[in-house]
């Protein structure tokens, strides 16, 4: 799979507050592309397992991180399995993702650092079919 954000076409953000004046705030996007590869195993019928991995590029410029975006560049790389009983499926996942260093040293809204980190995620659902 493979997404492309236009992120570029976003040049700044305007933030009208009833007790407070209007702000702008210059964004400067990027375009990004998201590489993602994963397949499927099914030993049996009734079992499947899957692995993946994924490349997440970060579409906002360094001197304006914003905290609800992807602040750097990012891979993540999950297995999980999917076992069926009746009418119900139960999945067990984990993801492992890695953020790239991304020192920063213009920030207009003052986060100033550096930036990478570890991201753990695991998943536990249970559906059932009626």
């Known amino acids: 799979n493979f997404d492309w954000t ?3 076409l976003l040049d700044d953000v305007v933030r009208d507050y ?3 004046a209007t702000t702008t705030q210059p964004i400067n ?3 990004a592309h998201d590489y993602r590869i994963g397949f499927e195993y099914r030993p049996l019928e009734r079992t499947h397992f899957r692995a993946g991995y994924s490349y997440q590029e ?3 410029p360094q001197e304006t991180i914003l905290p609800t975006e992807l602040d750097h560049n990012l891979h993540a790389m999950a ?3 999917s076992q069926y009983f009746w009418k119900m499926r139960m999945d067990l ?3 492992l993702s890695l953020a790239v260093n991304r020192h920063v040293t213009d920030s207009i809204v003052g986060f ?3 930036y990478d980190g570890i991201r753990h995620i695991a998943l536990v659902n249970a559906a059932f079919t009626f």
Do not use: H, I, K, Q
């Open 6 to 8: 236009n992120w570029n």
């Open 58 to 60: 970060a579409g906002w």
């Open 93 to 95: 996942g984990y993801e």
């Open 79 to 81: 297995v999980g399995v």
């Open 112 to 114: 100033n650092g550096d």
């Open 29 to 31: 996007g990027e375009s």
């Open 18 to 20: 009833d007790t407070l």
